[in-house]
């Protein structure tokens, strides 16, 4: 890798990153030494790149930098556009919409040598399975997920039977067959998952719930991890 693409790559790896990034899974992901990554961060400092930390403690990129928005690697851009081929076949309309609109601005945007890449990708992603009607609007939940505002669904279940919830909305799901509206339900005091497709209604409620709905996220998450380790005990 040339010296100036591995800067950049650095710069990319703090980008992304959440937490301070040692010089140990720098080396790793770039293929290189420690020592090479320590002068290439000396080198950036040099250029007065807003590199925060030390060796043995993590980088960490201080806000506000950013690199022009043109330079996208062919990797980059086919993960974009299949991505995008995903959405656009998958997700509810507005999204669909959005993924097409975002394949035409990378096109537009990207130099004439990477516009096939767009174009005419060499990936692609099968033809999604036909999906039943649904009547609630997922774009409009999406905004009161953002919102971290609650929804009354009225839910029919797989036996047809018809109960009325107060959830949390925090997440939504976007699976093959189905796109799944996770949330915290009050009635049950847990959280639960609800196939769009079985929405008879919804009323999009003004009241916020505590918390912010990133926090809600991760306590989902933190119980799926404790559930699946509970399922991984029980077959063994």
């Known amino acids: ?20 990034v040692t010089a140990d899974a720098i080396a790793a992901e770039l293929e290189t030494s420690k020592r090479t990554v320590y002068r ?12 925060r930390g030390e060796a043995g403690l993590g980088y960490v990129l201080d806000g506000g930098f950013d690199l022009p928005p043109l330079m996208l690697t062919s990797d980059e851009i ?11 076949a998958r997700g509810d309309p507005a999204l669909a919409r959005a993924a097409r609109d975002l394949t035409a601005k990378i096109a537009a945007i990207v130099p004439e040598r990477l516009r096939s890449v767009v ?9 999604p399975w036909e999906q039943k009607m649904e009547t609630v609007d997922l774009a409009q939940v999406r905004a009161w ?9 009225y839910y029919a279940d797989e036996q ?6 107060v959830i949390w ?12 509206l996770i949330a915290w339900c009050e009635t049950r005091e847990d959280f639960r998952s609800f196939r769009a497709d079985r929405v008879v209604d919804a009323e999009f409620l003004e009241d916020r719930y505590p918390g912010r709905p990133a926090v809600l996220r991760q ?15 029980g077959l063994q």
């Open 1 to 20: 890798m040339r010296r100036a693409d591995r800067l950049f790559q650095i710069i990319q790896v703090l980008r992304r990153a959440t937490r301070p």
């Open 40 to 51: 290439d961060i000396a080198a950036l400092l040099g250029q007065r790149v807003p590199i």
């Open 78 to 88: 086919e993960a974009a556009v299949l991505g995008a081929q995903w959405v656009a």
């Open 119 to 127: 174009l005419e990708p060499s990936v692609a992603t099968p033809p």
């Open 145 to 153: 997920i953002h919102a971290g505002r609650k929804l009354r669904l």
């Open 160 to 165: 047809g039977r018809e109960t009325t919830r």
């Open 169 to 180: 909305p925090c997440l939504i799901g976007y699976h093959e067959r189905a796109r799944l």
């Open 219 to 233: 306590r989902w998450f933190a119980a799926m991890e404790v559930r699946r380790a509970a399922e991984c005990e």
